[in-house]
């Protein structure tokens, strides 16, 4: 099912939580009638607690405010936290709670991972940054680099129907916010989901559709790649009738496994002359991607397994040559001055060891879709808390 492409837009690229979280807090604090907020993680910090204070502000003036966070990447949030934003007003659920095994979180797949603000159906926000300290500089050393973009205009309303429809198992009573439609720019955009029904495909359908298309260059910069043997073919083909190919993977991992796994696909890559940049200042979360001189998309999706066959992600994509070419010398900045190129020369040393765990690795991702298939798709649940049920510990649950 794919959603058309809608003319009319603003975009304004946000580049980590410096941009990011000035214009989203003010934002809230504009709102008249709803904000609808989906993010992965909220931690109790001063990201966190700004945040807060922005929603309460909003419930206690009369908006009405929906807070959806994922039950596995915000499950350490304390209750006084959220009971003091519920006892404003505020509606806050958590997606696909489970109960804690040994004292570890469980189920560790089809996560909510999106992360979406859209207030009063007229701006909306999408990207890949969560409400955490480690989003700004002053974090130190492992400070995340990421991205997310602003957005008015028609498109905002494929937005605000995504949110309104995750949420509409416990949006009573339903929302009567009615998107504003009136064009505001010239980009020309699309709001793509990856959900576990039909559009399991959605993003990683877009991706191939523009990298098969490609003429000039391709510049994809992402937190986690370990794709599917179909994104990798057409990463390489486009490389061999002469694009030029470039990946900015992390070369500071906050998770030191996901480099070894992407490093094994580095060969099949190099040898076609893809570009590889490890980027090396701080800790990379962004997920965005350019091809030629107008396509562009920023959001959630990460191009390994969870992102593209499990998780619930959404990213906007745009038809713009402004935006594309800010995005592009951004990029381009990232890899001339803060990363490390990859040679093959130097990913050969050790090959003699590494080739088998490359060949196995191979057929998994060749496969993976279809062994994805294997894993439960388990029951979907958004849990409320209510503020009546605050004080009697009681948690109504619904499912979706």
């Known amino acids: 099912m794919n959603r058309p492409w809608v003319d009319g837009n603003s975009v304004e690229l946000l580049i980590n939580g410096e941009a990011y979280y000035p214009r989203v807090f003010e934002a809230m604090a504009q709102a008249r009638d709803e904000i609808l907020l989906e993010t992965f993680i909220i931690f109790d910090d001063k990201v966190g607690q700004q945040l807060q204070r922005a929603l309460i502000d909003a419930a206690r003036r009369g908006v009405r405010v929906e807070v959806v966070v994922d039950g596995y990447g915000t499950a350490d949030l304390p209750e006084a936290f959220i009971s003091a934003m519920t006892e404003a007003g505020v509606s806050f659920h958590a997606f696909d709670p489970q109960p804690r095994l040994a004292g570890m979180r469980t189920n560790l797949f089809r996560r909510l991972h999106r992360k979406i603000v859209v207030i009063d159906g007229t701006r909306a926000f999408i990207g890949g940054i969560n409400y955490s300290a480690d989003h700004l500089g002053d974090y130190g050393p492992m400070a995340k680099q990421d991205y997310a973009v602003e957005v008015t205009g028609p498109v905002v309303a494929q937005i605000h129907a995504s949110s309104r429809r995750l949420m509409s198992p416990v949006l009573q009573p339903p929302s009567e916010v009615r998107p504003v439609t009136d064009p505001t720019g010239p980009i ?152 490390k190129p990859v040679t093959l020369e130097r990913m050969i040393r050790g090959y003699w060891w590494r080739a088998p765990l490359i060949f196995a690795c191979f057929h998994v991702i060749r496969h993976f879709p279809r062994i994805a298939g294997w894993f439960p798709a388990h029951r979907q649940r958004l849990r409320s808390v209510q503020p009546e049920a605050d004080a009697q510990g009681d948690l109504h649950e619904r499912n979706t």
């Open 188 to 339: 020309s955009a699309v709001m793509v989901e990856r959900d576990n029904g039909q559009r399991s495909t959605a993003i990683e359908a877009r991706y191939l559709e523009a990298l098969r298309a490609a003429r000039q260059r391709i510049v994809v910069a992402n937190a986690y790649f370990f794709p599917g043997y179909r994104l990798l073919r057409e990463l390489r083909n486009a490389a061999r009738r002469g694009v030029e190919v470039t990946l900015i993977l992390q070369g500071q991992p906050d998770m030191r496994w996901v480099r070894a796994l992407s490093r094994l696909l580095y060969n099949y890559l190099l040898r076609d002359g893809v570009h590889i940049h490890e980027y090396c200042r701080r800790p990379l979360h962004g997920k965005v991607a350019l091809v030629d001189d107008d396509w562009s998309t920023v959001g959630s999706s990460n191009l390994d397994p969870l992102s593209l066959s499990f998780n619930l992600e959404a990213n906007l994509f745009i038809r713009d040559r402004a935006f594309n070419q800010a995005l592009y010398q951004h990029l381009q900045s990232l890899a001339n001055q803060q990363c």
